[in-house]
């Protein structure tokens, strides 16, 4: 099988929802998309302890890669758990 190089997109869909989990090891992200994918992952360069805003700002970022730059926002909610954040991913409008 023939190697494959270059940046290599992750198999799922367009994002439909995100949420940053408080987790004590650093930040994460869950991006749920609209055909039932899920990715999940480490918010590379957020130290622990920065202020929610910088993690919000920095988990947009994995959902605008995977719209694959279609002109998407996050519309920000309040999360039922402590620490966390909860995001609804849609088109620019």
Same mark, same amino acid.
């Given at each position: 099988?023939?190697?494959?190089? !270059?940046?290599? $997109?992750? #198999?799922? /869909? @367009?994002?439909?929802? &995100? *949420? #940053?989990?408080?987790?004590? =090891? /650093? $930040?994460?992200?869950? &991006?749920?998309?609209? =055909? !039932? /994918?899920?990715l999940c992952g480490r918010l590379d360069g957020v130290p622990v302890g920065v202020e929610?805003? *910088?993690?919000?700002?920095?988990? *947009?970022?994995?959902? $605008?890669?995977l719209a694959e730059d279609a002109g998407v926002e996050v519309t920000r909610a309040a ?7 909860? /995001?609804? @991913? !849609?088109? @620019?409008?």
């Amino acid at each position: 099988m023939a190697k494959r190089s !270059g940046k290599q $997109r992750p #198999l799922v /869909g @367009v994002p439909e929802s &995100i *949420v #940053l989990p408080a987790a004590a =090891d /650093g $930040r994460r992200h869950s &991006i749920a998309t609209a =055909d !039932g /994918g899920m990715l999940c992952g480490r918010l590379d360069g957020v130290p622990v302890g920065v202020e929610a805003e *910088v993690a919000q700002a920095a988990a *947009v970022e994995p959902a $605008r890669d995977l719209a694959e730059d279609a002109g998407v926002e996050v519309t920000r909610a309040a999360s039922p758990e402590p620490g966390a954040w909860t /995001g609804r @991913v !849609g088109p @620019v409008r």
